[in-house]
């Protein structure tokens, strides 16, 4: 049986959501949590919830404890983990409110511990494919049925923050490449295939970052209203797939065993 991880960015720090609510403090080799874990139940399917900027946002994007969050988990037995993150659109298409489920990232972050693997050991994981396809394809899958405006692919660009990007900025993260911005996939989705958990996104578009000059450059406000209204369609993607997910084999379990050097 699957047991499910969602890693909640703002707007899911309420586990209204879950059945047979417990909440564990855990200790990791890595040091603390960002928060206490919530474990509970939906339907038949066992949920572990982390919020990934502690209650109340209180953890700027640097400081959260990525390697602690993602090692706990793994402990717990999680074998699929949802994120969800708030995003800057860099696409006129990617409008405010759309979901998307990117498949590549590019790091533009700079000083954050990106491996479990320090000292004498050193692992190459591959993150070509930085997500789970499966996993991904279930996110899509469920969009369409529930009917939500979504786009099945994009590239991430994950920045440093806390600030937010100037336009020259925004402008260079569309020429490279990039279609949403944020600061949280990097490197929990990095740690996530190093542990050998599926692991996929569930990205909200709340703004038009500060490339757009039609719209008023992106405020952390803004951010907060976009995603307070819209919430309920990331929770629907979440049930929804909850549902479709089973335990099969796949290459994000196994990334590991050919990266050790």
């Not at 994120?83 to 954050?112: N, Y």
């Not at 991904?136 to 590239?155: C, F, N, S, V």
Request: net charge negative.
């Amino acid at each position: 049986m699957p047991k499910i991880g969602m890693i909640g960015g703002s707007g899911f720090d309420d586990p209204d959501f879950l059945t047979d609510v417990k909440t564990l403090k855990k200790g990791t080799p890595f040091g603390p949590l960002s928060t206490d874990l919530v474990i509970g139940n939906v339907s038949d399917t066992e949920v572990v919830l982390m919020v990934r900027h502690g209650k109340g946002h209180r953890i700027r994007p640097s400081a959260v404890n990525y390697r602690a969050n993602l090692w706990a988990m793994k402990e717990l037995g999680v074998t699929h983990i949802i994120a969800t993150t708030a995003c800057g659109s860099l696409r006129e298409e990617i409008q405010p409110g759309h979901l998307v489920f990117p498949d590549q990232f590019i790091d533009w972050t700079k000083q954050r511990p990106s491996t479990f693997h320090e000292g004498d050991q050193v692992v190459h994981i591959s993150v070509a494919d930085p997500f789970c396809e499966r996993l991904r394809g279930i996110l899509i899958e469920t969009a369409k049925a529930e009917g939500i405006a979504h786009h099945e692919r994009g590239t991430v660009v994950t920045i440093e923050g806390p600030r937010f990007s100037t336009r020259a900025e925004s402008h260079m993260f569309r020429l490279i490449g990039g279609d949403i911005i944020n600061m949280s996939t990097v490197p929990e989705a990095v740690l996530a295939r190093e542990a050998g958990l599926c692991y996929a996104v569930a990205a909200m578009s709340t703004d038009y970052d500060a490339w757009h000059h039609s719209e008023e450059p992106v405020t952390w406000e803004m951010i907060a209203t976009v995603m307070a209204r819209n919430v309920k369609n990331v929770k629907k993607i979440f049930f929804g797939a909850l549902t479709r997910i089973t335990y099969e084999d796949c290459t994000c379990r196994t990334a590991i065993d050919t990266a050790a050097v």
